[in-house]
């Protein structure tokens, strides 16, 4: 999977197509590796850390770019310690000891990605059901922390078979029981790049959306790269009958045009959306042009303020040898300009931050997960608009 041709971006165009000042990116490219940029940090307090969520000379707190209720975590960044045996470790196991430990942090909201746990934690291993969510948010509850979101069940099939209508269902009564506003998926609505695909997709969308907002939750899809690749919506067709060229519309762009405003929503994934700008740069047009348009993530937000109730906060340093420009590193230790972003989408008292980071799991070093939302934290509290 290649991002560009050779000889097609190089200095200042790969440099804007990853979104990064020219400092950053020349400090980035003369380093001996990504990871030795990176290492430094995995240890230490960052540099953008500070003591306490609001340490002196901020204010307040009101210059702050995420206001502390808005600051959360998806727990899938530490799903190792929800999955970790607490007969076998002194380290926080299972969601109790989890929520506490995040909520020390400083975090207060969650995001869930399942509700499986291992079998010894309280509670057993399976929460999600009824049961299992009204003990889940007794221990959110005693810990301050909201349940903001989930990524859980999307049915399939389509058109719905009632099976998936009562599970579905079933999945917005928990989502309920745990007081969350949304409710989500980390998958994209179709996997396709054709106009007819991602238009069945929204028919879909449309009526879980509408089952959703009647038990008063919003419903979103994450987005990964893919999702910000042009949509063929017409030129020749192929073999198949299927489109082969762009009009220059991005998939999840589309998706927005044809879903209902008010049932359904978006999760921006900052660290997806920035490798699909590197990525996803040109297009054929419906003529055969080569046409060229860089993805700005920001402006696709500011454009659709209400329908991104939810980001992830997710950082990556700059790599040009890599197929996705960047490598993935705990949030605030990369070269994503975040201070940039929030202040460009603005409507702080809206958005919710989650901090995630899919590598943050390590099997060598147990602590490691949850040491890497420490920082995270840290690094969300930390930023703050310019004066």
């Keep these: 999977m290649t991002a560009f041709n050779d000889e097609a971006v190089t200095g200042d165009a790969l440099r804007r197509a990853l979104g990064v000042s020219r400092r950053r990116f020349l400090s980035t490219c003369t380093a001996a590796t990504a990871a030795a940029v990176a290492a430094p940090v995995f240890g230490a307090a960052p540099a953008l850390a500070q003591d306490g969520a609001e340490a002196a000379g901020y204010d307040g707190g009101r210059s702050a770019l995420v206001p502390p209720h808005k600051r959360g975590i998806i727990l899938y960044t530490v799903r190792d310690?929800?999955?970790?045996?607490?007969?076998?470790?002194?380290?926080?196991?299972?969601?109790?000891?989890?929520?506490?430990q995040l909520s020390r942090f400083g975090y207060r909201q969650v995001e869930f990605a399942?509700?499986?746990?291992?079998?010894?934690?309280?509670?057993?291993?399976?929460?999600?059901?009824?049961?299992?969510?009204?003990?889940?948010?007794?221990?959110?509850?005693?810990?301050?922390?909201?349940?903001?979101?989930?990524?859980?069940?999307?049915?399939?099939?389509?058109?719905?078979?009632?099976?998936?209508?009562?599970?579905?269902?079933r999945?917005?009564?928990?989502?309920?029981?745990?007081?969350?506003?949304?409710?989500?998926?980390?998958?994209?609505?179709?996997?396709?790049?054709?106009?007819?695909?991602?238009?069945?997709?929204?028919?879909?969308?449309?009526?879980?959306?509408?089952?959703?907002?009647?038990?008063?939750?919003?419903?979103?899809?994450?987005?990964?790269?893919s999702a910000y690749d042009f949509l063929l919506d017409g030129g020749p067709l192929d073999a198949q009958g299927r489109p082969t060229r762009s009009s220059g519309i991005r998939k999840l762009e589309y998706f927005l045009k044809v879903t209902d405003r008010k049932s359904v929503y978006l999760e921006?994934?900052?660290?997806?959306?920035?490798?699909?700008?590197?990525?996803?740069?040109?297009?054929?047009?419906?003529?055969?042009?080569?046409?060229?348009?860089?993805?700005?993530?920001?402006?696709?937000?500011?454009?659709?303020?209400?329908?991104?109730?939810?980001?992830?906060?997710?950082?990556?340093?700059?790599?040009?040898?890599?197929?996705?420009?960047?490598?993935?590193?705990?949030?605030?230790?990369?070269d994503i300009d975040y201070r940039?972003?929030?202040?460009?989408?603005?409507?702080?008292?809206?958005?919710?931050?989650?901090?995630?980071?899919?590598?943050?799991?390590?099997?060598?070093?147990?602590?490691q997960s949850l040491e890497y939302a420490r920082i995270g934290y840290n690094n969300l509290a930390a930023l703050r608009a310019r004066s």
Aim: no cysteine.
């Design 268 to 334: 921006l994934d900052v660290f997806w959306a920035h490798v699909a700008r590197y990525k996803f740069h040109t297009y054929t047009a419906h003529d055969g042009s080569q046409r060229e348009s860089v993805f700005d993530p920001a402006g696709l937000v500011v454009r659709n303020t209400n329908r991104f109730p939810l980001f992830h906060a997710k950082d990556g340093v700059v790599n040009p040898q890599s197929g996705l420009g960047y490598d993935m590193v705990p949030f605030g230790t990369g």
């Design 171 to 225: 999945y917005l009564e928990i989502a309920n029981i745990l007081g969350m506003e949304h409710m989500g998926t980390g998958g994209d609505p179709t996997g396709t790049p054709y106009r007819a695909d991602w238009d069945l997709a929204a028919q879909k969308w449309n009526t879980l959306g509408a089952m959703a907002r009647r038990e008063g939750i919003k419903l979103y899809t994450h987005n990964h790269d």
């Design 114 to 169: 399942g509700y499986g746990q291992h079998a010894n934690a309280p509670g057993g291993a399976d929460l999600g059901t009824v049961q299992g969510a009204k003990l889940l948010r007794s221990w959110l509850d005693e810990y301050g922390l909201r349940a903001q979101g989930s990524h859980g069940f999307i049915p399939p099939s389509w058109p719905l078979t009632p099976s998936d209508r009562d599970t579905f269902q």
């Design 340 to 367: 940039r972003f929030f202040t460009r989408v603005g409507a702080k008292n809206y958005h919710n931050p989650m901090v995630e980071q899919d590598t943050a799991p390590s099997a060598s070093v147990p602590g």
């Design 81 to 100: 310690a929800v999955g970790r045996d607490p007969l076998a470790s002194d380290l926080p196991s299972g969601f109790r000891e989890v929520f506490k």
